[in-house]
DNA sequence: GAATTAATTCTATACATATGAAATTAATTC
DNA sequence: GAATTAATTTCATATGTATAGAATTAATTC
């Protein structure tokens, strides 16, 4: 799923109070354009193009009676939408397409210099966070490091390696066996 | 009820694809202004006007944590706006507001001089029908009139008396008794 | 075929709104 | 208290849209 533009079209549709009057007098019976025109006091011009952004997103349909448009509500298309907003499964789908590591990719380069390396240690601890949970990606998963290796590693950020150390044990992201052992990497 | 925009202002406010992510996200998560401006890419500031517009229909609410607004979903205004939206109660209350003889005024007028005779006689059914229940009204329930006096009557809207009062009869708004006997009018 | 009529399409206009830069407010940190 | 920071508000602008008159289309009636 790419976006959900038919569903903001289907909002949008409904997002008009004249479309709603419209909407509830066809729930009742089908009306002509002329009728629905006298009835929510609009012009037949004006009623069209009402009319066409409801058939556009499906919840009305029309068919034609002697010349008249005789216009009908799609139930159908109501209820189906319906299940489609409010489900669980269509609040996932809005949340999938969108990169849920944006805001740590915005921070860790607001904190780096062009070299990588890092201007400061952020104060803020969600910023912290969002730099220590990319810092952590220099260590491979399930390899063992010693307190010199990870401080190699992480001096190529930032030269205050002990307090980088430290926030990534204390954030959970490294772990640290018993008393001096050795380091790694959690999940 | 004299309108429903309360109904119009939530659709609204879905009604825009930004929003319409912002509350996906809010649907797994609470998440503070700047955090929803990285992953919807856009500036706090318009999503702080975003934001506005859903907490004004109540689909979302803020609390302050430290000093950022951490904004999450209301998901009992999510259902409940569902039940109101596509309930038929909902929609006979959109209809009942509404003028359902306006049409009728309309066609009337539009087929009448000043001094509330006919210009002529409708010759499209609808219109007709529009024109004969108007002039009904000119006659008192359980009433009984002679054919001369349903002429009389009739005389002051248009000259063929003859044809209107066999409309009368043939669109079942007026019922003659046997043979040569009385007029009245139904219901 | 000419006239009538409902509906749509075209066009112009007025109003609404999404966006972000700049200024302001409110809260926190040092 | 000064500096920092998140959020909001203000303001300008560009885009979108509701409305209805005019022109056009399609169908019916006479």
């Known amino acids: 799923m790419t976006d959900n533009p038919e569903l903001v079209a289907v909002f949008k549709?409904?997002?008009?109070?004249?479309?709603?009057?419209?909407?509830g007098?066809?729930?009742?019976?089908?009306?002509?354009?002329?009728?629905?025109?006298?009835?929510?006091?609009?012009?037949?011009?004006t009623i069209s193009h009402h009319l066409a952004k409801l058939n556009e997103v499906g919840l009305v349909s029309a068919r034609a009676e002697s010349y008249y448009n005789i216009y009908q509500l799609e139930p159908a298309a109501l209820e189906e939408t319906t299940r489609r907003i409010f489900s669980k499964e269509q609040?996932?789908?809005?949340?999938?397409?969108?990169?849920?590591?944006?805001?740590?990719?915005?921070v860790v380069n607001d904190f780096s210099l062009p070299d990588g390396r890092l201007k400061t240690i952020p104060a803020q601890?969600?910023?912290?966070?969002?730099v220590l949970r990319h810092l952590v990606q220099a260590f491979e998963p399930d390899v063992r490091y010693s307190e010199k290796q990870v401080n190699d590693i992480l001096a190529r950020y930032h030269a205050d390696t002990a307090s980088l150390?430290?926030?990534l044990v204390g954030s959970q992201l490294m772990q640290r066996e018993g008393g001096g052992g050795d380091y790694w990497r959690i999940k």
């Open 125 to 130: 601890r969600k910023k912290l966070l969002a």
């Open 91 to 106: 609040m996932s789908a809005a949340t999938a397409e969108v990169d849920l590591d944006a805001y740590d990719r915005k």
């Open 13 to 23: 549709a409904l997002a008009d109070p004249i479309r709603l009057k419209i909407v």
């Open 165 to 167: 150390r430290r926030e």
């Open 25 to 45: 007098l066809l729930a009742r019976q089908p009306y002509s354009v002329e009728q629905l025109a006298a009835l929510v006091e609009r012009k037949p011009s």
